[in-house]
């Protein structure tokens, strides 16, 4: 769909307030059909910037781009309200900056380098699971008895203000079961 000219947004709306519309389009004065809507979806999410976790209603159109951004007036902790910043959170999906692939620079290497999202996740779990290997205790000496802990210092989760309940639910799960001691939120930091 083409950008409306001023001179075209003007005509356009004469015709609307006039009734002279055709659903879902209008004639320009080069002959030419403007669409007046698209199909726009709606998820409700939460944003991502600070601890608060305000609610958001994204609006989306057919291609996945973010086409607008509101409150969420069912959300609880915001009603409906947002600071400015949230407005922004369109740039996090539509900037042209954004990362669309893994970026891995290695140890002692000065360039990055695009690998697959296999690739990323097999070197997550093959790395935690050798250094929690490494680190794990089974027991620890309280006096003269062994007592279990099954436990590991050498791995920490952090989770972020992104993270709804369900989301902080299994994680802290996981992260539990994986003897991990040190599990915090970005917010307490
Ligand atoms: S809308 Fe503003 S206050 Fe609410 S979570 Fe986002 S950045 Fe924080």
Redesign the pocket.
Known sequence: MRKLTRRQFLQVSAAVSSSLLLPGAVQASDGEKLALHKKIGETAT?????????G?VIATDEKGHVVNVE?DPENP??RG??????IS?RQLSNSPLRLAKVMYRAPGATQWEAKSWEWALEQIARRAQETRDASFVRTVKVGDKDVPVNRTEGVAFIGG?ANNNEDCYLATKLMRALGLVYVEHQARL
């Open positions: 939460i944003c991502p910037y600070c601890s608060c976790g305000c958001l409150g902790i915001n309200a947002l600071c400015p910043k949230a959170v203000a």
